[in-house]
């Protein structure tokens, strides 16, 4: 028989954990149950995906972490905060759409999580120009965002989200809108800097190749209420690149993710 988990055992496992959902349920107050009961647990530093059909409440949960929403029953714990997340306290949020204010240059942009925290103006700028180099747009601060590609104002988006310097990223469906290739370089660039940041990163796909390429672990919702289907581990060389890309064990990972997948799709059209 294996010993009882000593106390500071407990402690030290809870206390590696960035966000835990456990029993989550939402139901919205039309009726719709979006969600659960949904357990999951995510380690600080890890990078999971989040795949799950159109509908199935992956936003919803997202939007529960962030404590943009509260949840119907169960706990949503992040970190070291029990019972609902303080909105811009250690999470980072970067929806599909930019959501860029166009009267404004792309350092204002950047500068606004910090501007409302009441940073003064001048570190503000110094932290926003900072933000804006790791995304590779140093040259951009004084840009308008309607001179700005769909992936550069992404990029934008990205250094708004990073400039609090969050321990969380929450991305919903980023790259969704973009074409292929700029969302190859975004993934790979992202890659990098969390790398380079050792930052939590939870995001939502309905890609099964970005969901494989990005992450260490993809976590498959079935169709709504959204559930754990599948707790899919993607373990290859690192740091991974394009090689992975092509490789055999990259196509056997997503005949694996999307074999996972199906039964979420079962009874709905695909048209
Ligand atoms: N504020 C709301 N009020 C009522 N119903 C909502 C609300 N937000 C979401 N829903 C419903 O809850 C369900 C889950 O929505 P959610 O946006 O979380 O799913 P999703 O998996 O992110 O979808 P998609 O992949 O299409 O973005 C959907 O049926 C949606 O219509």
Known sequence: MSAAPTSSAVEASLTALA?????VTKTYDNGVMALGPLDLAVRKGEFI?????????????LRLIAGL??????????????????PGHGIGFVF???????WTSVRENVRLPLKLGGVPKAEGRARADQALASVGLADFADAFPRELSGGMKMRVSLARALVTDPDILLMDEPFAALDEITRFR???DLLTLWRSLGKTV?????SVFESVYLSQRVVVMTARPGRIQADIRIETVEPRGEEFRTSAAYS??????????????SGQSTL
Do not use: W
């Open 252 to 265: 056997d990972y997503c005949r694996r993710v999307s074999a996972a997948l199906a039964p979420s799709y």
């Open 49 to 61: 995906a989040l795949l799950g059909p159109s509908g199935c409440g992956k936003s919803t949960a």
């Open 19 to 23: 966000v835990s959902l456990r029993g």
């Open 186 to 188: 975004l993934n790979n």
């Open 69 to 86: 929403s509260a949840p119907s029953s169960g706990t949503v714990r992040v970190a070291h905060h029990e019972g609902p997340a303080q």
């Open 96 to 102: 599909q759409e930019p959501t860029l204010m166009p």
């Open 202 to 206: 939870i995001f939502v796909t309905h």
